[in-house]
């Protein structure tokens, strides 16, 4: 008969404490989360003012070896295997259709240092971004990226959101041509904030 258990009001304290608490681990994902996209999008605004640092001193871009205005890779769906640091640290004079070209040549003018590749191509979220073009257009591809970075990265560039148009489009699924690039909404390829897409950033021109 001496035994009595929590009060309402007390139950009522000990809800509210795990609210808060259950509150601030949310708000504090939610910090990690909005530094990771911001730390995404400055990365790739750094990498394609590299680009454009080496085109006010060289007249073209990096990796656009034959200069004839289209950087010579083409691939949107490629993994840190294809890079094998080779050419590394050079310029180039012929067309050289390889992933490592711009990043040799960023190298060799010394806008970026000379290390590896796979290392200079690796993003925050642990897949890879790195220069290409696609019909005709030069682009920065940004492989495997949470919905919620690609959302924030859209807005910030084109001021607003939209992955059909734009400079930033989703390619979740695009290989080498523009058939498959901006052809979803945010909506078809995101069912949650988590879920990881692609993106190409037409630096230069864009498609209508």
């Not at 690609?150 to 939209?162: C, E, F, Q, R």
Request: charged share 20%.
């Amino acid at each position: 008969m001496n035994k009595r258990g929590f009060t309402l009001v007390e139950l009522a304290i000990v809800l509210i404490i795990i609210g808060i608490i259950l509150g601030a681990v949310l708000k504090g994902q939610d910090l990690i989360q909005n530094a990771k996209a911001k730390r995404l999008l400055n990365d790739i605004k750094g990498y394609v003012a590299y680009q454009y640092t080496f085109y006010d001193r060289y007249k073209r871009f990096a990796g656009d070896g034959d200069n004839d205005g289209k950087i010579d890779y083409e691939n949107l769906s490629a993994t840190l295997n294809d890079f094998d640091n080779n050419p590394q640290n050079q310029f180039l004079n012929i067309n050289t259709p390889d992933i490592d070209a711009p990043f040799s040549e960023l190298e060799a003018s010394q806008i970026l240092p000379v290390a590896d590749h796979r290392e200079l191509a690796k993003h925050i979220y642990n897949n890879i971004y790195y220069f290409s073009q696609v019909d005709g257009y030069n682009v920065m591809v940004v492989r495997q990226i949470p919905c919620y970075a690609a959302m924030m990265i859209d807005k910030d560039i084109d001021m607003g959101l939209d992955a059909q148009r734009g400079y930033i489009r989703e390619s979740v699924g695009a290989v080498d041509s523009l058939g498959a690039v901006g052809d979803q909404t945010w909506n078809q390829v995101c069912s949650t904030p988590n879920q990881l897409v692609d993106i190409v950033y037409f630096y230069d021109n864009r498609p209508n």
